[in-house]
């Protein structure tokens, strides 16, 4: 049986625990986590929350729609056990039909086949390897600019998230990202860092930041969120630098560095030249009209 609970009344520590267990699991998908970025979301739960499918959604002229909130990649179904793909189409099924539009991505592990599907492009680097197997595998592109960064006399340390946000409103005008979605970003970051699930690392050059990044650090993940850059940093390898050391801090680890993304040829390539891999996941688009 498969039913509609309102976020109020979910079992949170049967849900988050069938979230941590499952074969495809999430960070983007934790209660506590849904709670930031999402306006408002419930879960569809097979039986005892055997498997889960987190519903985050949205009213705009009292029509009610399903979709996908910023900061949060991929969601769908999960369980212990593989999902079907019949599985898949019967959560599908009970969405309460008072959602009259969805716009939901699928975990990478849930396959579905339909006219309503688009693929998407997220690339991942698996860790369980010593950093000079990794580095090897970079391209030879990427290689030359990590050693043209490393010759410069920069300092990469854990800083501030407001440092960088500062840099970011300096460099970028994130016109895709409204004003509310970045006051859930800083939300967002605060909780992580209470569940000391984030790494905020930046490049110094003569104690002035040119560049940084957010990444999550999961069970399974490290999942890079958000980064800014300046124009000097950009010129200087900067995010290769970034990038680069994160990998080699937690190089021969059981964790997959989650690249988040990108359909944008020029950010793919730059993803794939560390080494990374395709990882395929669906965006599931539908009126119910």
């Known amino acids: 049986m498969i039913r509609f609970v309102k976020r109020n009344q979910i079992d949170e520590e049967k849900y988050n625990n069938c979230i941590s267990k499952s074969l495809q699991s999430r960070v983007y998908a934790y209660s506590w986590y849904l709670d930031v970025v999402a306006d ?4 569809l739960v097979q039986n005892d929350y055997e498997a889960v499918m987190p519903l985050p959604f949205q009213k705009k002229f009292l029509i009610l729609y399903i979709t996908q909130p910023f900061f949060t990649q991929q969601l769908g179904v999960f369980s212990k056990q593989e999902i079907s793909e019949e599985l898949l189409r019967l959560f599908l099924k009970n969405i309460p039909r008072k959602f009259l539009k969805i716009a939901l991505q699928f975990n990478s592990q849930n396959k579905y086949t339909s006219h309503n599907i688009i693929q998407k492009n997220n690339y991942i680097l698996s860790l369980n390897s010593e950093y000079k197997t990794l580095y090897k595998n970079f391209s030879k592109g990427r290689k030359h600019a990590i050693q ?9 340390e854990e800083i501030q ?24 970003l800083i939300k967002l970051v605060e909780v992580l860092q209470s569940k000391n699930n984030v790494k905020i690392i930046g490049v110094k050059r003569n104690q002035i930041l040119i560049g940084g990044s957010v990444f999550i650090i999961d069970i399974h993940r490290i999942i890079y969120l958000f980064s800014a850059v300046s124009k000097t940093g950009k010129e200087n390898q900067v995010a290769s630098l970034l990038l680069n050391n994160i990998i080699e801090t937690h190089a021969n ?4 560095l989650d690249f988040e993304g990108s359909m944008t040829p020029s950010i793919a390539s730059f993803f794939k030249s560390f080494g990374a891999s395709l990882e395929a996941y669906f965006l599931f688009k539908k009126w119910l009209l």
């Open 148 to 156: 043209q960064g490393l010759k410069h006399e920069y300092d990469i």
């Open 161 to 184: 998230f407001s440092e960088l946000l500062k840099l970011s409103e300096q460099h970028y005008s994130f016109e895709e990202i409204p004003d509310k979605e970045f006051d859930k």
């Open 40 to 43: 408002n979301w419930g879960v």
């Open 253 to 256: 680890t059981n964790k997959i």
